[in-house]
């Protein structure tokens, strides 16, 4: 069964998009394939974290694709994930969303160490919809904001270390999600480091939609 999903990184460039393909084509089959919409669809990477976002060039962006058989949106704001899910038949996830349900189901409590502040408003209210803030122990932030955290300064990365070694000390999660995308050697050293499972979106989300696809489930959009 060839498979192929389309990533849209709304705040996309062409090294952070290069990145995704990458992280996404390790979880998938070998007769799958990932494509990466290229179009710049937020000028301003802060206004992605906000609820508020005018969606509508995101939205024409899976109108006008026929040929991919599912839909990541990298963004953990999850924006526009709902909207989506009400034009197409095909299945859509967002990666926070996909990051949440894999903290769900391997952690009794999980924590999130986002890149910024800013997306908390929007992360908190997205968890109480999926009925996970009671599983949320903590949503800290090392306020670097950067896309790929693995091209961090050596200070930087010892922020994001003590944050973790912080958050392990107070909050005693049995997982924890950090909300940049495209890290997935780094999430993997972070487990190695500190024993503990650290959650990657774009992986999580590939995994996931991957087999959403399997299933062949009959999905009905509503518009």
């Known amino acids: 069964m060839s498979i192929e999903i389309c990533i849209i990184n709304p705040y996309g460039t062409p090294k ?4 995704l393909k990458q992280c996404a084509s390790k979880i998938i089959d070998e007769n799958s394939n990932i494509y990466v919409n ?4 937020v000028d301003d990477y802060f206004s ?8 509508s060039s995101l939205v024409k962006q899976i109108e006008n694709n026929n040929s991919s058989d599912a839909f990541i949106i990298a963004s953990f704001e999850d924006i526009g994930v709902d909207t989506i899910r009400k034009i197409t038949s095909k299945p859509v996830i967002g990666i926070g969303e996909a990051s949440f349900y ?3 189901i391997i952690a009794n409590k999980f924590s999130i160490i986002t ?4 997306s908390h408003e929007a992360l908190k209210n997205n968890l109480i919809k999926y009925d996970m803030d009671h599983k949320c122990v903590s949503l800290k932030s090392i306020e670097v904001p950067i896309l790929d955290m693995e091209t961090m300064s050596k ?4 922020k994001l270390e003590n944050e973790i ?4 000390l107070e909050d005693k999660p049995e997982a924890i999600i950090i909300t940049s995308v495209g890290i997935l050697e780094l999430t993997k050293k972070l487990s190695d480091k500190f024993n ?5 979106g774009i992986t999580a989300a590939s995994a996931l939609i991957e087999n959403l696809i399997k299933l062949e489930l009959n999905i009905k959009k509503y518009v």
């Open 115 to 118: 890149n910024v502040s800013q």
């Open 102 to 104: 894999t903290a769900n």
């Open 165 to 168: 070694q912080r958050t392990i």
């Open 155 to 158: 200070s930087n990365l010892t």
């Open 48 to 55: 992605h974290h906000l609820e508020t976002t005018n969606i």
């Open 16 to 19: 952070s998009n290069q990145k």
């Open 38 to 41: 290229e179009d710049v669809l």
């Open 196 to 200: 503990l499972p650290f959650i990657e």
